[in-house]
């Protein structure tokens, strides 16, 4: 895993990453790079990862310092070892339903869903957060017709005064909208499911680190009218890991099979 | 061009196509395999055209015969010279915002509604056909932030008696469902636009060529509520034609660039 700089939840979130290789019992590498690490560094680094046969499965932890061009890092990882499913090569193969493995987060978003009893098959998920590429993926994950997606699939983001209509047709609402608590029991139909992938810095003076973690959603309007919340921190985060080992898995197994 | 087999409406399609490169002053190597040829037939063709200097854009006219490997085909065409967006790396760079040019029969919808004065942006888009390729890019392109996408996308298909109720809520409606006829008025809202991407054969006695070419739209019901239908045919692939045209064009001045 290579990280540059971050935020506290970036750290975190790859801390948390490497625990769970330990207890896995899965080699892991970590280079934390400073946050002035530019691209000269980063890249040879990734291309280190790619030579070194110890490694199957190599991450870049997102969001890169702004400066930093993520397409260029993406793409320098050798497809045959892109966990996250982030080479542009492997987004195509996925598009298309050809990709080695699943990007993490949709994966687990998917499988949360159906491990819950939430089927996706018929019904319509409201995905907002256009922007980001996990609700990209996501999207396209759950309009194949496979019994676990089969989904008609509304992308959308945030208008002027909270979501459009359709938010509140949702039977299924993920959130990746980056906006502390921004989704509230009023754009939520009575009985949806709503799953919350996002994890949102918020200062907080009154905490031991001078911050807090907290998701899109408004939980205690919206656990007032959801059947079920999976909620951020502690829903999608801990399943996308499981998928991060998973996934490392599979392409150890591949490289196994040759 | 390559051409394997091929229904009467492919044939026609990539006649068209050969016609409009005349016109332009575009040079237009085309190859009919016949309805028999293999893997082994097509995929050294395309690399001819590869290694063709002559030739900057590269198309393969699909459908495929089913026996065929639709993705093989596409991922042995020269990324440089993809120039309807097929190549996988193409298809990844292109969800991220870094395709060399644009998948034309999205481009084509996106300049039909655009030159039509129907912005997408703010706008809620649902487009009915989420096996099509060209609608899961199509819903790709619409949702980034650019004055010319900005939308809410919805992503279905038909279900039991029709389309979901959600259709009845777009301002635009994009069908590519490749079902003759079967989008009705009863599933358009009052004032929608309509745009029909798809051209079905169907067999009549009647016609001269013992068959008739029909959108997915039933125009009479679906023209008595829309403000504006883009028939098909008629629409959507005269501009596709002129979207590879104009993808050649910038495929050639990339290379001339270096």
């Known amino acids: 895993m290579a990280l540059v700089g971050g935020s506290p939840a970036s750290v975190a979130s790859m801390e948390a990453k490497q625990r769970a290789c330990a207890e896995a019992g899965i080699f892991c590498r970590t280079v934390h790079l400073s946050e002035q690490a530019g691209q000269a560094e980063l890249c040879p680094l990734i291309q280190l990862f790619n030579e070194d046969r110890r490694i199957h499965g190599i991450l870049v932890q997102t969001p890169l310092p702004s400066r930093l061009d993520e397409h260029e890092a993406f793409i320098s990882i050798c497809p045959e070892k892109d966990v996250d499913c982030c080479h542009p090569l492997n987004i195509g193969k996925f598009a298309i339903g050809h990709a080695p493995v699943l990007p993490c987060a949709p ?152």
């Open 107 to 258: 994966a687990a978003i998917q499988r949360l869903l159906l491990d819950s009893g939430y089927e996706t098959s018929g019904k319509h998920v409201v995905i907002c957060g256009r922007e980001s590429l996990t609700a990209r993926l996501l999207a396209q994950a759950l309009v194949q017709k496979r019994p676990d997606a089969n989904a008609t699939v509304t992308l959308c983001d945030r208008i002027a005064n909270g979501l459009p209509p359709v938010t509140r047709e949702a039977d299924i609402i993920v959130t990746a909208l980056g906006q502390p608590e921004s989704v509230t029991g009023a754009m939520v139909r009575e009985g949806a499911v709503v799953v919350d992938a996002s994890n949102n810095i918020v200062p907080d003076p009154s905490a031991r680190r001078g911050y807090r973690v907290v998701g899109d959603v408004h939980l205690p309007s919206v656990l007032a009218k959801a059947e079920a919340v999976a909620p951020a921190p502690g829903g999608v985060g801990p399943m996308t890991i499981a998928m991060v080992l998973a996934n490392t898995l599979a392409l150890a197994r591949r490289t196994a099979a040759g």
